[in-house]
């Protein structure tokens, strides 16, 4: 059993379009995030959020949503794609409390865009 | 600005002999402390943590070392094996609130050669 799995893996598309990204966890966690792993390798966190309610909001172009319809998911759509958006994304949830700060990731969704 | 530096972007060691991973981190709010392994097509797995009121934290073949003073951080593996080859992240985080908000390094590739 997949304890966070996102949908697709691999996403190739042309610049302009949108796109999305699924997540889901089975692991009764209570926060999920998005992270972006850009070209230089760093992960970086994008947004988190914590029984659907929208808690870390980094400084990530508004044409980047994240929409959690319950605890388990936490999908993220993007808007009019450009180049620099080419990179893995990574989904990851966490408990909430003692172990908060452990992060249980899926295994990457590789955006390209052309 | 890059807060968390693994100035090492690979390593190479013997199977059986000890591999060192080094990191340094520069916001003194940083209290948690996490590594992180990654295999390639992957998402990066928990490894062990060590909190800043340790300076030492052991799980079988891995312990982390903290230097607060230093703003350093090692992990070190004994023995290596090849296994283990995987690309190591550091990772610093503050304990609490948005507790799983880390700030990665851009890791190194270990190689464990048998």
């Known amino acids: 059993d997949t304890a966070v799995s996102q949908t697709p893996k691999y996403l190739v598309t042309q610049m302009g379009n949108d796109k999305s990204i699924k997540c889901e966890q089975n692991?009764?966690?209570?926060?999920m995030y998005w992270y972006k792993q850009d070209s230089k390798k760093f992960l970086k966190i994008m947004f988190s959020y914590n029984n659907k309610e929208l808690i870390i909001n980094e400084t990530v172009p508004n044409r980047f949503s994240p929409k959690s319809p319950d605890k388990a998911h936490l999908n993220l759509h993007i808007n009019s794609l450009e180049l620099g958006d080419s990179a893995v994304y990574f989904c990851?949830?966490?408990?909430?409390?003692?172990?908060?700060?452990?992060?249980?990731f899926g295994a990457g969704s590789r955006l390209t865009v052309l | 600005d890059q807060q968390v530096k693994q100035n090492s972007p690979s390593l190479s060691v013997q199977e059986g002999r000890i591999s060192i991973l080094n990191c340094d981190y520069t916001n003194s709010m940083f209290d948690y402390f996490l590594w992180y392994k990654k295999y390639p097509a992957e998402g990066p797995t928990f490894l062990i943590s060590?909190?800043?009121?340790?300076d030492k934290n052991e799980d079988g073949r891995f312990t982390v070392f903290l230097n607060k003073s230093a703003k350093h951080l090692s992990l070190h593996i004994v023995p290596s094996q090849p296994g283990d080859s995987a690309v190591y992240f550091c990772a610093a985080s503050v304990w609490g609130t948005n507790a799983g908000k880390s700030t990665f390094g851009d890791g190194t590739t270990l190689t464990v050669k048998p």
């Open positions: 692991l009764g966690h209570d926060t």
């Open positions: 060590i909190s800043s009121i340790k």
């Open positions: 990851a949830s966490s408990l909430r409390g003692a172990g908060a700060n452990v992060l249980t």
